[in-house]
Nanobody, 126 residues
Framework: QAQLVESGGGLVRAGDSLRLSCAVT????????MAWFRQSSGNDREFVTA????????YHAEAVKGRFTISRDRASNTLYLQMNSLKPEDTAVYYC???????????????????WGQGTQVTVSS
C-alpha cells in the first residue's frame, strides 16, 4: 500500500507561484504512475498533469500547459507540482494520485488511480 501526504497549498494573488508537494511512503515512485487532479466548488474532479513511472513521459491538461510542471525527486520519494502564473480559475483543492497499473492510455482517468492524497487548497485572488 502507498500513502500520499500533500502540502504547499495556500492563498495567493493572480500571477503568483506555488509549489505543491506529495510525500509518498510504502511504494517507490519508480513503480508508480503519479498524477495531480483538482476539484473546484461545484465541479467534478479533473485531471491536471501526470508523469510515467519511469519519468520519461509527462502529460498536461490544456488549461495548465506552459504554466504547471510535474516533477519527482527519487531520493526523497516526493512528487511536486510547480504552478506559475496562477489564475483565479486555478482555485481548487489539489489532489495527488498514484497507480501501480501498467500501460499509458489511462493517465487522465480518476478511476485508474488507487492511491490518493488528502488534498490541499489553492486559492488565487484577482
Amino acid at each position: 500500500q502507498a500513502q500520499l501526504v500533500e502540502s504547499g497549498g495556500g492563498l495567493v494573488r493572480a500571477g503568483d507561484s506555488l509549489r505543491l508537494s506529495c510525500a509518498v511512503t510504502g511504494r517507490t515512485l519508480g513503480s508508480l504512475v503519479m498524477a495531480w487532479f483538482r476539484q473546484s466548488s461545484g465541479n467534478d474532479r479533473e485531471f491536471v498533469t501526470a508523469i510515467s513511472s519511469n519519468g520519461a513521459n509527462r502529460y498536461h491538461a490544456e488549461a495548465v500547459k506552459g504554466r504547471f510542471t510535474i516533477s519527482r525527486d527519487r531520493a526523497s520519494n516526493t512528487l511536486y507540482l510547480q504552478m506559475n502564473s496562477l489564475k483565479p480559475e486555478d482555485t481548487a483543492v489539489y489532489y495527488c494520485a498514484a497507480s501501480a497499473r501498467s500501460g499509458n492510455s489511462w493517465y487522465y482517468q480518476r478511476r485508474a488511480y488507487e492511491y490518493w492524497g488528502q488534498g490541499t487548497q489553492v486559492t488565487v485572488s484577482s
